[in-house]
C-alpha cells in the first residue's frame, strides 16, 4: 500500500539545523511532485516547500526562503527537507505530501519543536 513516512523530527535550538526525510513506498515516486507542509500549534497547515517530478523546479514559502532546501532523490524515493537557521516560529508537525493530477498522498508527520 501506499506509504510515506517522516523522520528527522526532533527539539533544537534556535540557529540550529535539521534534515527531515520522507521515504515513499506503494506508487512511482518519480512520477509524483513532492510538497512539505507545516502546522503551527492553533495553526492552518501551509505550505512549506515544493519540488517538481525531476527535482529541477523548486518554490519556497516566503518565511522560510533562503532558510530551508527541498530535495529529492528519485533512485532511493526519499524527499527531504533541509532546515537551518532555525527560530522558534518554524515549530510545527511537518508533513510530506505527493501530488499528480487528482491523486494525493500524506504521511503522518513529524514533530520539530525550535526552542531554548
Known amino acids: 500500500q501506499v506509504q510515506l513516512v517522516e523522520s528527522g523530527g526532533g527539539l533544537v535550538q534556535p540557529g540550529g539545523s535539521l534534515r527531515l526525510s520522507c521515504a515513499a513506498s506503494?506508487?512511482?515516486?518519480?512520477?509524483?511532485?513532492m510538497r512539505w507542509y507545516r502546522q503551527g500549534p492553533g495553526k492552518e497547515r501551509e505550505l512549506v516547500a515544493a519540488?517538481?517530478?525531476?527535482?529541477?523546479?523548486?518554490m519556497y514559502a516566503d518565511s522560510v526562503k533562503g532558510r530551508f532546501t527541498i530535495s529529492r532523490d528519485n533512485s532511493k524515493n526519499t524527499l527531504f527537507l533541509r532546515m537551518n537557521s532555525l527560530k522558534p516560529e518554524d515549530t510545527a508537525v511537518y508533513y510530506c505530501?505527493?501530488?499528480?493530477?487528482?491523486?494525493?498522498?500524506w504521511g503522518q508527520g513529524t514533530q520539530v519543536t525550535v526552542s531554548s
Open positions: 506503494g506508487f512511482t515516486f518519480s512520477s509524483y511532485g
Open positions: 505530501n505527493a501530488r499528480r493530477l487528482w491523486t494525493e498522498y
Open positions: 519540488i517538481a517530478t525531476a527535482g529541477g523546479s523548486t
